[in-house]
């Protein structure tokens, strides 16, 4: 099973920055993409944020141009430097892992994490 735990979190004025960070352990299986989710009081979740083993990436809409996910391919880490926060990024964020088995190459599941709270303040 994949095991992540995240850390970063916290509470940030309007315009400033947080970096959040995510680490897996993999125990028998290989991650071939990670992603950060978010998850406002109320709503549902969304992706914020995706990236494949090989680098391709992808943002939702509202934080282009102000997060970046980046990850670490032989430690199993990734991040989310997130820039120019705004309240309306107020949510719980959760790390996500998308894991195939080593030894059974069909198995494949997404792992989460248990989540960190971003809360911008006006």
């Keep these: 099973?994949?095991?992540?735990?995240e850390s970063?979190?916290?509470l940030v004025q309007a315009g400033g920055s947080l970096r959040l960070?995510?680490?897996a352990s993999t125990k028998g299986?290989?991650?071939?993409?990670?992603?950060?989710?978010?998850?406002?009081?109320?709503?549902q979740s969304v992706l914020v944020a995706r990236i494949t083993r090989g680098g391709d990436?992808?943002?939702?809409?509202?934080?282009?141009?102000r997060f970046d996910i980046s990850r670490d391919n032989v430690k199993n880490t990734v991040?989310?430097?997130?820039n120019s926060l705004k309240?309306?990024?107020t949510a719980v964020y959760y790390c996500t892992a998308e894991a195939n088995s080593v030894a059974l190459a069909s198995y494949s599941y997404t792992a989460w994490g248990q989540g960190t709270q971003?809360?911008?303040s006006s």
């Design 57 to 65: 990436t992808n943002y939702a809409d509202s934080v282009k141009g």
């Design 118 to 120: 971003v809360t911008v």
């Design 21 to 23: 960070s995510c680490a």
């Design 29 to 43: 299986f290989s991650i071939t993409a990670w992603g950060w989710y978010r998850q406002a009081p109320g709503k």
């Design 79 to 82: 991040s989310l430097e997130m």
């Design 8 to 10: 970063g979190g916290g």
């Design 87 to 89: 309240p309306e990024d």
């Design 1 to 5: 099973q994949v095991q992540l735990v």
